[in-house]
């Protein structure tokens, strides 16, 4: 699976305005809404879903990356949001390090395969330093982009 196939392109925030995890989830939901890729779904319930899941088992995978996600009824399609923080965001990760790339995933129940795709995918890549690196310092929503873009023709893995 490629990141063309799952990720919001609309949904891109290179510099989150979130000081906290539960303020960084709620601004890439809430980008989500806007790009229209929640259905008939309140960013609001969305959000409960992703703190709650959090709140039960940290995602912050450690090495300044935290992957977000649930598995939510009503929700068609997978898609994601990809948020950037300049100061850092606590998000308990596993290296109790701060966050600076956060890859927000929303997937539908009954598609558990294509979540999994969609996590490898996010998980090949989050591997490799050059491709953390990279993602860091992407400035803009086009870089980002672009990043993802050069992935998916040549894998940093």
Do not use: W
Request: glycine content about 6%; proline content about 3%; aromatic content about 6%.
């Amino acid at each position: 699976m490629k990141f063309s196939d799952f990720v919001c392109f609309k949904a891109l925030v290179p510099d989150l305005e979130a000081e906290t995890r539960d303020e960084a989830v709620s601004e890439l939901v809430l980008k989500l809404s806007k790009a229209r890729k929640l259905g008939k779904l309140s960013a609001e319930k969305i959000t409960k879903a992703i703190v709650k899941r959090e709140n039960e088992a940290s995602t912050g995978l450690g090495k300044g990356v935290a992957v977000p996600h649930v598995k939510i009824d009503g929700i068609k399609k997978i898609t994601c949001a990809i948020g950037l923080s300049t100061q850092g965001i606590d998000f308990a990760a596993l290296d109790k390090q701060l966050v600076f790339s956060i890859i927000l995933l929303v997937s539908p129940v009954d598609s558990p395969d294509l979540h999994l795709k969609a996590m490898e995918t996010v998980f090949k890549n989050l591997q490799q330093e050059k491709f953390r690196k990279f993602l860091g310092q992407c400035q803009t929503s086009e870089a980002i982009e672009d990043l993802l873009r050069e992935a998916e023709e040549t894998p940093f893995y």
